[in-house]
């Protein structure tokens, strides 16, 4: 078994490839994308030299389950997933602005608070917070999509407005759409004993109608707390139990790693990625409810390459 940390697939009328983090993008006719959900994990803006099996599948499926979840709210990119690793949706024009949502004040907008600060993105913060408290409603903060290799930024809606990023009305029905995803999201979580903390959401356009794109609750782009203990630890002011990448950056932190310049990535022995690896088929199992199936990686590069040709075939141009 190996994982799969990168491809190099040429499909037919492909015009072009991106290759993030996570996951390698090809752009098929200027209409649609293959969007290929590698085994690489990053942290801290780093990806890490270790691949870890299934995390690719369980990415792309957790996030294909809650695209179907929720198109009754916002059109998604999503068209088919042909294999486990791989969905192939609609190529759309992706908005400048991440619109990440807090129910809870919680890494680091716990940090920023701690620090002092009692405004984050335009929304004021009261006095007398504690470490993971939530809110009273939901709170969206905003970041602008920085370029390639650059991090993104906090901003607040009246500069996003003030800067022609987009209309008030475009913002504001963003902002609708963001909080019934949320919603949505928490009412799925609260199913499975979880409380959904804080997430992002990535829109595009696509013949000038709104789109859900990338991503959705999934435990790279989400925190989860598990509700029944919440409110004890809470009071108690002891770490909560939770799903998400953040066991991965604690090990880091723990191995001197947070990031920084100068410090170097700890080795993650076989030990270390068969213990990632199985977390994050935990996580698959206790989000969605439903048992986890690992798909083969003999001839993986054939299987994947072969499925989207097939469903290539079948689209449109």
């Known amino acids: 078994m190996s994982a799969v940390t990168h491809t190099e697939f040429d499909f037919s009328r492909q015009t072009a490839k991106y290759t993030g983090k996570v996951r390698d993008v090809y752009t098929i006719a200027d209409k649609y994308m293959v969007m290929v959900a590698t085994d690489r994990i990053s942290a801290f803006d780093v990806i890490l030299p270790e691949g870890i099996p299934y995390k690719g599948q369980v990415l792309n499926q957790i996030a294909s389950y809650f695209l179907d979840l929720t198109e009754d709210i916002v059109p998604n990119w999503k068209i088919a997933c042909p294999d486990p690793m791989v969905t192939v949706g609609y190529k759309c024009e992706g908005l400048p602005v991440e619109m990440i949502v807090r129910r ?40 602008t999509k920085a370029e390639i290799g650059a991090h993104d930024e906090d901003i607040s809606k009246e500069e996003i407005i003030a800067r022609g990023i987009m209309t008030r009305s475009e913002y504001e029905e963003l902002e609708q759409i963001t909080l019934a995803l949320f919603k949505r999201g928490e009412e799925i979580a609260a199913s499975r004993n979880l409380m959904l903390v804080d997430t992002k959401y990535e829109f595009g356009r696509r013949d000038g109608r709104l789109y859900l794109i990338d991503e959705i609750h999934t435990p790279d782009s989400s925190r989860y707390f598990y509700a029944d203990t919440y409110q004890e630890l809470f009071e108690k002011g002891l770490p909560q139990r939770q799903l998400s990448k953040e066991f991965v950056r604690e090990w880091l932190m723990e191995n001197g790693f947070s990031g920084k310049d100068g410090q170097k990535v700890p080795e993650m022995d076989t030990a270390r990625v068969t213990a990632i690896s ?22 993986i590069y054939e299987r994947i390459e072969c499925n989207v040709k097939n469903m290539l075939a079948r689209l449109e141009f």
Request: hydrophobic share 25%; glycine share 8%.
């Open 278 to 299: 199985d977390r994050y088929v935990e996580l698959y199992e206790n989000i969605t409810g439903k048992k986890f199936v690992k798909s083969s990686y003999d001839n």
């Open 104 to 143: 809870c004040l919680t890494g680091s907008s716990w940090r920023s608070y701690k620090a002092g600060v009692r405004e984050i993105c335009g929304v004021k913060i009261p006095d007398g917070m504690k470490e993971h408290q939530r809110f009273d409603t939901p709170i969206i903060t905003p970041t």
